[in-house]
């Protein structure tokens, strides 16, 4: 059996019944399990069987209103109302652009900052402090669990790694604190 190109889009065909058709493994898919490719890395194109249309963005808009809906939080309603507000002003035309440059320059910090944890090795002076061994690994965990899906196959920490998840979490309030502040600050220009 030929191994599928993961590089290549998984491409999910929508038949007139609303199924979602997986192409490679010639079986039906559910929205979370296109959620869950998505979160393994992996780039998914939907298209409709009979027109050809693609449905991508209307699918990745429907996980993610589910995921809200079931109370995993991760757009403040600030930061939504924005975006609604967006689709009726001047600011429709700068808004995706700002919002790529921002998850863009969110990889590329969590990306430089693995590096950096990974070049402290016992020789630092850091590493000596107690309990800097738990400290690299929590913040290991989180990083992982912010990328997950995004540069590799993560799809979070494993549950070793997550020894402390009120110190990810109060990251994750200041990380969404920062973001709100870049949206007023946007919505103000």
């Known amino acids: ?19 979602l058709y997986n192409t490679e493994t010639s079986d039906y898919v559910t929205l ?10 992996r780039e998914v194109k939907i298209v409709d069987l009979k027109s050809g249309d693609d449905l991508t963005r209307q699918y ?3 996980i993610i209103a589910e995921h809200e809906g079931r ?37 590329e910090g969590q990306s430089k900052m693995m590096e950096n944890m990974a070049a402290m090795s016992s020789t630092s002076p850091m590493a000596k402090m107690p309990g800097f ?9 989180f990083l992982k669990a912010m990328m997950g899906g995004w540069r590799s196959a993560s799809s979070g920490p494993s549950p070793e790694d ?3 998840p ?13 973001l709100a502040a870049l949206q007023e600050r946007i919505s103000k220009l």
Do not use: C, W
């Open 133 to 141: 061994d738990q400290l690299q690994r929590q913040q290991q965990a």
């Open 32 to 41: 979370e399990d296109i959620a869950r490719f998505i979160r393994d890395g």
């Open 71 to 107: 109370g995993e939080n991760v757009l403040p309603v600030d930061v939504l109302t924005d975006l609604v507000r967006s689709y009726t002003s001047q600011a429709q035309s700068v808004v995706p652009q700002f919002l790529a440059a921002s998850f863009e320059m969110l990889r």
């Open 1 to 19: 059996m030929v191994k599928p190109d993961a590089a290549a889009p998984l491409l999910i065909k929508r038949y007139a019944s609303r199924r």
């Open 166 to 178: 009120s110190a990810a979490e109060e990251d994750m309030v200041e990380i969404r604190r920062q």
């Open 162 to 164: 997550d020894e402390n």
């Open 60 to 62: 990745l808009l429907q």
